[in-house]
């Protein structure tokens, strides 16, 4: 998981829990603020562990 903040002043966050269901950001020792984040989730699907990676959709 990667979190990037969008902020004018210093934004310092920290993902404190992730799950299937939800991703929690909060400020990294105590700081404030309050700002949006982007986000992006990487992670391989219930029951697909062993499926080939497609890297060009063209080849399929």
Same mark, same amino acid.
């Given at each position: 998981? =990667?979190?990037t903040p969008h902020? &004018? *002043?210093r934004a310092l #966050? =920290?993902?404190i829990e992730r799950s299937t269901h939800r991703i929690v950001v909060e *400020? !990294? *020792?105590g700081e404030t603020g309050s700002y949006e984040v982007s986000?992006?989730?990487?992670?391989t699907r219930e029951g !697909?562990?062993? *499926?080939e990676v497609v &890297?060009? #959709?063209a080849a399929r």
């Open positions: 998981m =990667q979190v902020a &004018r *002043e #966050p =920290q993902v *400020e !990294f *020792e986000y992006t989730v990487k992670g !697909f562990a062993g *499926e &890297r060009d #959709p």
